[in-house]
């Protein structure tokens, strides 16, 4: 189930969403309860420009009626999950580590 709202939360973010806070969004998880009432949506930017974060997250949570109405109906579930939105920092934190290990070694960075 959470492989299916996390396809469509990305054909909607691409196709019906307008808002410019939104734009470059892309979607990296879901995270959904067992009673599909409550969802965890990672996204983060595909420019991977983590100052625009605050904006986006504005941005989705305003979109989240719309979001939440269309993924009910794409789907065909009994229930509107709750979506909440989360900024993915994992790549962020996982390059920041990586220049750590190269200062370390000694290496130039990239």
Do not use: C, W
């Amino acid at each position: 189930m959470a492989g299916g709202i996390r396809e469509e939360l990305a054909k909607l973010l691409g196709r019906r969403v307008r808002d410019p806070r939104v734009a470059g969004a892309i979607v990296t998880r879901v995270v959904i309860t067992d009673d599909l009432r409550n969802a965890k949506v990672y996204v983060r930017l595909l420019d991977g420009d983590g100052s625009r974060q605050k904006e986006l997250l504005i941005g989705l949570k305003s979109a989240q009626g719309m979001l939440r109405s269309a993924i009910t109906k794409a789907l065909s579930l009994r229930f509107a999950p709750e979506l909440r939105f989360y900024y993915d920092s994992a790549l962020d934190q996982q390059s920041r580590i990586d220049e750590i290990l190269h200062e370390i070694q000694g290496a130039p960075r990239k």
